[in-house]
């Protein structure tokens, strides 16, 4: 996904004689002493000078899709579809998971079923 590496302001001044307007560059707008000469009625006029400019750029939030991989409960869940047959109940699945800490609902099968 791309983002913007530079940008461009540019500031609007108005004629106080015919209402056009006239933009600038930031740099012309920073520039002590730059005038401009209106195009339409022909008055020259001497800009109020910017210090800085400051863009600020909020990108959208992405949304970052989070794929089912072995977290706890998935893990439990797995476990408990394997031992459910055998009568065991999910609670206690997720009680031994608590201090047996499988990394995987096979080992989780496995150290639950060595510890009954
Ligand atoms: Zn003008």
Same mark, same amino acid.
């Given at each position: 996904?791309? $983002?913007?590496?530079? #940008?461009?302001?540019?500031?609007?001044?108005?004629?106080?004689?015919?209402?056009?307007? =006239?933009?600038?560059?930031? $740099? $012309?707008?920073?520039?002590?002493? #730059?005038? @401009?000469? *209106?195009?339409? *009625?022909? /008055?020259? =006029?001497?800009?109020?000078? %910017?210090?800085?400019?400051?863009?600020? %750029?909020?990108? #959208?939030?992405? !949304?970052?899709?989070?794929?089912?991989?072995?977290? %706890? /409960?998935? @893990?439990?869940?797995?476990?408990?579809?394997?031992? &459910?047959?055998?009568?065991? !109940?999910? +609670?206690?699945? +997720? /009680?031994?998971?608590?201090?047996?800490?499988?990394?995987?609902? &096979?080992?989780? %099968?496995? !150290? #639950?079923?060595? @510890?009954?």
């Amino acid at each position: 996904m791309l $983002e913007p590496i530079n #940008f461009d302001v540019q500031l609007q001044y108005q004629c106080p004689g015919c209402n056009a307007g =006239h933009w600038l560059t930031k $740099e $012309e707008a920073k520039a002590a002493g #730059f005038k @401009i000469v *209106c195009d339409v *009625c022909g /008055t020259i =006029h001497q800009i109020r000078t %910017v210090d800085n400019t400051k863009l600020l %750029v909020n990108f #959208f939030k992405t !949304k970052v899709k989070v794929t089912a991989t072995a977290t %706890v /409960t998935n @893990i439990v869940d797995d476990a408990y579809t394997i031992l &459910k047959k055998y009568g065991y !109940k999910q +609670a206690d699945i +997720a /009680t031994a998971q608590q201090s047996i800490r499988a990394t995987s609902a &096979k080992q989780l %099968v496995k !150290k #639950f079923l060595a @510890i009954r």
